[in-house]
């Protein structure tokens, strides 16, 4: 273990004062030892901490002793239904993730509804930004869109709170509704990727037709037939057996030539899922979960655990490829943040998802969380996963 390397622990418990205590405990015996190897106390700065919600009522206390047991560390972080280290998910259960870095404090800052990012021209300028958002945010994408153009380099990453009983998100705070992250400097070295979740089924379809989250035509042609006929199914369907066929339906929303799907290739970094969400069968038109514009590329898709697995081994095999190039340096730490609907389950067993990055990235200390929605460039993604790796001169 590198004196630049991140630590990480985490625990459940049904009493969150145990997990808490105990994560508190394995970070302050790895930088303990950490001293003890370099020879020099290792001043670590910022900290993530991701609940299940489980222990979302006791947000504030959970803050409050992490600021007591570990102080000197600005922490950020997020409620979700689950919530993920290096090879482990905690999926329905309580259960807490601590991640602390020690970066130079002047790398990053904190930002939060009542602390905005630095103005163009300030003494710090934001590169790229972490953000931890509510999904009941008016203009939530709007927002991560003013916010990429507040970086140097347009890159955000993150995702969305998920929780059955209380959303937050945590800048030194305990937050509700609107977003809050971290921005970090060009000395804070990173590599990022999106992995897909979905499979295309069709051909890539251009919407020549439409208005807000209606979808009348594709290619010309009413956009209902040819979701039909990329299904393959007999389009004089009762209402209730159309219902059905399509219940399980995704479409994928893409404006970049290079993001387009062809059967049976996959999905590009670039391209947006988002729910089927109704259907006129008698003008044949679709409703689907955003707005579009007509010249958007549209694909049919269908969630698959094959195509899952295969594209997330992909992306952590560039990461990996980039790290052994020799121009990023060491990896320090990482954040993974994948879809709700996704986890092990989705890829055939408890802690499959996180077992599949240790695979390749090794154990690394990794924290994370699953969204209701994920956050890349200035994007929101459904479905999807995204992987954050720090790096350190080697």
């Not at 955000?156 to 959303?167: C, E, I, M, P, Y």
């Not at 705070?173 to 992995?195: D, H, Q, Y």
């Not at 995704?250 to 590009?268: H, M, N, Q, R, Y």
Request: hydrophobic share 40%.
């Amino acid at each position: 273990m590198s004196p630049a390397s991140f630590v990480c622990a985490h625990a459940s418990h049904h009493d969150w004062h145990v997990a808490l205590a105990e994560c508190q405990s394995r970070i302050q015996g790895q930088i303990a030892a950490l001293a003890v190897q370099s020879g020099r106390n290792v001043d670590y700065t910022l900290g993530w901490c991701y609940l299940t919600d489980h222990y979302a009522p006791a947000a504030e206390a959970i803050l409050e002793a992490l600021h007591r047991h570990l102080p000197g560390i600005e922490w950020v972080g997020t409620v979700g239904i689950g919530v993920s280290a290096s090879g482990v998910e905690y999926i329905d259960e309580p259960a807490v993730v601590l991640m602390a870095a020690p970066l130079p404090r002047g790398s990053f800052r904190l930002f939060s509804g009542l602390q905005p990012l630095p103005a163009p021209g300030s003494e710090f300028t934001p590169h790229t930004a972490l953000v931890h958002a509510e999904a009941t945010t008016p203009d939530v994408q709007e927002l991560l869109q003013e916010l990429a153009e507040r970086t140097a380099t347009g890159y955000l990453f993150g995702g969305l709170a998920s929780a059955r009983n209380r959303t937050l998100h945590l800048a030194d705070n305990v937050f509700t509704g609107g977003l809050s992250g971290v921005a970090f400097g060009p000395e804070v070295g990173l590599i990022s990727r999106v992995t897909q979740g979905c499979q295309p089924i069709g051909p890539a379809r251009t919407i020549t037709q439409g208005e807000q989250d209606l979808v009348v035509s594709l290619d010309g042609r009413p956009a209902l037939a040819c979701v039909l006929e990329d299904l393959g199914v007999e389009a004089d369907l009762p209402d209730e057996e159309l219902a059905e066929v399509l219940s399980g339906t995704l479409v994928g929303l893409s404006t970049g030539a290079e993001d387009i799907a062809s059967t049976p290739g996959k999905f590009g970094p670039d391209t947006m899922v988002r729910h089927l969400v109704g259907v006129d069968p008698q003008a044949q038109i679709l409703a689907i979960g955003d707005n579009i514009e007509p010249g958007t590329q549209l694909t049919f898709c269908r969630r698959d655990p094959e195509a899952a697995r295969a594209d997330l081994l992909r992306i952590a095999k560039e990461v990996r490829a980039e790290l052994e190039d020799g121009a990023h340096g060491q990896l320090a730490g990482a954040l993974y943040v994948s879809c709700s609907g996704r986890g092990g389950p989705h890829f055939g067993g408890r802690d499959a998802e996180l077992q599949t990055l240790r695979s390749v990235l090794g154990d690394v200390p990794l924290a994370g969380f699953f969204a209701g929605g994920e956050i890349a460039r200035d994007h929101l993604y459904g479905y999807t996963g995204v992987l954050t790796v720090f790096t350190a001169p080697g």
